[in-house]
């Protein structure tokens, strides 16, 4: 596959981890920080990654790491830290809790990204939307903008008001999407592989 600098890269790092207990990005499944395996997902479609995080225990993936400009203002603030910071038009943005996504679903999400028109390309599985796991076109900077000066700050409804493009997986698929939220989810993604 060849490798696009046309692309960029961001990884949300964020997030309380509530239910996890722990930063969801450094938790280990299969001995490997879940942000390892999204990392090696990303590295055969973009060099250009970037963390959005304040947390220093990031440096270990040696990769540059940029703070919310905007702090508390969860996925919505993310994404507006990456499309301010990029100057690339066409941005991954990917949470870091999908430890299972592989470089094949992430080079169908691009590719067809780059033919849609839409300010926003994602996956769904036709029930459930994951913004999370999309392509984001700088010019959908100004709706991040000023979703932020109005604090609605809930992804979904937001992204169904732009422009987007919805990729629907099938049910292989699923279980590549799955993001884990807690240690119970853990459990059981661990226990799948078995």
């Given at each position: 596959m060849k490798n696009s600098a046309n692309i960029s890269a961001y990884v949300l790092?964020?997030?309380?981890?509530?239910?996890?207990?722990?930063?969801?990005?450094?938790?280990?499944?299969?001995?490997?920080?879940?942000?390892?395996?999204i990392?090696?997902?990303?590295?055969?479609?973009?060099?250009?990654?970037i963390l959005v995080t304040s947390n220093g225990d990031y440096t270990l993936v040696g990769l540059p790491m940029i703070e919310d400009t905007y702090p508390d203002k969860g996925p919505v603030g993310g994404i507006f830290t990456a499309l301010n910071h990029t100057d690339t038009e066409q941005n991954l943005i990917l949470s870091c809790d999908v430890p299972k996504i592989t470089t094949s679903l992430l080079a169908k999400l691009t590719t067809e990204s780059k033919q849609k028109d839409a300010l926003i390309t994602f996956l769904s599985d036709d029930k459930n939307d994951y913004p999370?796991?999309?392509?984001?076109?700088?010019?959908?900077?100004?709706?991040?903008?000023?979703?932020?000066?109005?604090?609605?700050?809930?992804?979904?409804?937001?992204?169904?008001?732009?422009?987007?493009?919805?990729?629907?997986?099938?049910?292989?698929?699923?279980?590549?999407?799955?993001?884990?939220?807690?240690?119970?989810?853990?459990?059981?993604?661990?226990?799948?592989?078995?």
């Open positions: 790092c964020g997030g309380k981890s509530t239910r996890m207990q722990s930063e969801k990005g450094l938790v280990l499944y299969k001995g490997k920080p879940f942000i390892r395996w990392i090696e997902a990303i590295m055969p479609i973009t060099p250009n990654i999370l796991i999309g392509v984001y076109k700088k010019k959908a900077l100004k709706t991040f903008s000023d979703a932020i000066s109005a604090e609605k700050l809930k992804l979904c409804p937001l992204v169904n008001l732009i422009s987007h493009h919805k990729i629907i997986i099938n049910t292989d698929e699923k279980s590549l999407v799955k993001n884990v939220n807690s240690k119970a989810e853990l459990l059981s993604l661990n226990q799948l592989d078995l």
